[in-house]
């Protein structure tokens, strides 16, 4: 079976940062920084060469293959600011009406820019999301 390709690494996340060209989304990646990390109380890592997350779980699929996930991050891509909300978005619909011009995936939320979105609702956000994650895996990792 095929390791996921997407791992926990030592990589420098400031040094992923501030090589985002467009000075705006830079920016606003080093705002979302500091934005989760305050919220979640982890420090950040790299996941492969492109997402900042913060904490991690363990993972168990019904086939028996596990893996390791972040709680929480993002990755500042050049179409948008992509944060990866792992519980999803279903039970946090009233957060979502209040919180601006977003689109979301499966567990993706992407925004334009910063200024589009109200940030004490994406704090709570992140809050309640990481709070889902911890409460609900019964593989936490240390």
Not at 9 to 28: G, T
Request: glycine letters at 8%; proline letters at 4%.
């Amino acid at each position: 079976m095929a390791e996921l390709k997407t791992q926990r690494n030592d990589a420098s996340v400031e040094e992923f940062l501030n090589a985002v060209e467009h000075e705006q989304k830079r920016k606003d990646a080093f705002a979302i920084l500091a934005l989760m990390q305050e919220a979640t109380g982890d420090e950040p890592q790299m996941w492969g060469s492109s997402i900042v997350g913060f904490g991690s779980y363990r993972y168990k699929y019904g086939s028996g293959r596990t893996g390791e996930w972040m709680l929480v991050g993002f990755s500042p891509r050049k179409q948008n600011l992509t944060l990866y909300i792992m519980p999803g978005f279903e039970q946090y619909r009233a957060l979502l009406d209040k919180l601006g011009k977003h689109k979301t995936g499966k567990a993706c939320l992407y925004i334009n820019k910063l200024a589009d979105v109200d940030q004490n609702v994406l704090k709570e956000l992140v809050i309640q999301s990481v709070a889902h994650m911890k409460e609900t895996n019964p593989w936490p990792t240390p």
